[in-house]
């Protein structure tokens, strides 16, 4: 609240907002517009958001629940609800995370626009275009000590990873051709209908075989969401097919299609990738808990899931903890790679 007053704006990478109320509510809270001095002026609150989008261009529809609308349309509430407030310092915690390309550029002419008014902007990020796109001077962070600031004028992707990790980078990928196998995923005339009743997902088909790496593409929200919500059992479907290996698993339940062989790794890590109060050790177990050794007979043993997890988070080169550090207590990135590793 100090800060704010201050004039500082933060917009954080995982979202600050409250599920259960609108974008407006979310946007005005603790600056709500009142009428008759202490009652919320809701029309007033719509029409303040509704003219800060629109001059902003980040259109999001002020009436719309936050639990009811896309991770894109969040991260654009969180960067509204900052410049709402007449921050004249923004700090914007990797904004582009969750945003498409087109929706990154449409971010930077905001961003260009603050500054030409006298903002400040502090953009952090590990996306060396980005920074390089639209930052005016760069520091690079390594283990908590700055190494480097340097004018980003003259300054290349090469020798900023290099600063962010100590030696030098390979910032290109060889790629073989693909020798993919049998299919493991088989997905037939797929159908899915949002919460809405809206079809979010129509009559798609196409597979996934072994060794091959399979894209989906499209701007956020127009149905990847639904698709992998049906695939991974947590989502009805309205018709189609769905098979894992040799076992269909077409209106089954998440975990009997985890147990056909089917890992998710979702697009929000905190609400739906871990239990952030549990530690990691549970965390890695929450799938295979009920199976040797991590238990028996219906107890669970923690040595064990230590045990599990302390290779694992080896392997997967997490930082920032061990089996008993909580979830919570983990960067962004490190808290991916649990997931990946559980999966």
Known sequence: KASIESGVGMVHQHFMLIPVMTVAENIVLATEPVHNGVMLDYPAAEKRVSEISTRFGLTVDPRALIQDITVGQQQRVEILKALYRGA?????????????????????????????????????????????????????LRRGKKIETLPAAGATEQELARLMVGREVLL?????????????????????????????????????????????????????????????????????????????????????????????????????????????AENIALHDYDHPPSSRFGWLYPKKLAEKAGKLLEEFDVRGGGPQTAAAGLSGGNQQKVILARE
């Open 88 to 140: 004249d310092i923004l700090v914007l915690d990797e904004p582009t995370a969750v945003l498409t390309p087109q929706e990154a550029q449409e971010l930077f002419a905001i961003v260009r626009s603050l500054t030409e008014q006298g903002k400040s902007i502090i953009f952090i990020s590990h996306k060396l275009n980005e920074v390089a796109d639209i930052a005016d001077r760069v520091t690079v």
């Open 172 to 280: 290109r990928v060889e790629k073989t051709p693909g020798n993919p196998g049998d299919p493991l995923l088989q997905v037939e005339g797929l159908t899915v209908i949002d919460d809405r009743g809206i079809t979010k997902v129509n009559d798609v088909s196409f597979e996934v075989r072994g060794g091959e790496i399979v894209g989906i593409a499209g701007v956020d929200g127009n149905g990847q969401t639904e698709l992998i919500d049906a695939m991974a059992g947590l989502r009805k479907i309205a018709a189609g097919r769905i098979q894992v290996g040799d076992e269909d698993v077409t209106g089954e339940s998440c975990k009997e299609c985890l147990d056909a062989g089917l890992g998710h790794i979702p697009e929000d890590r905190q609400r739906r990738g871990l239990v952030l109060d549990f530690s990691l």
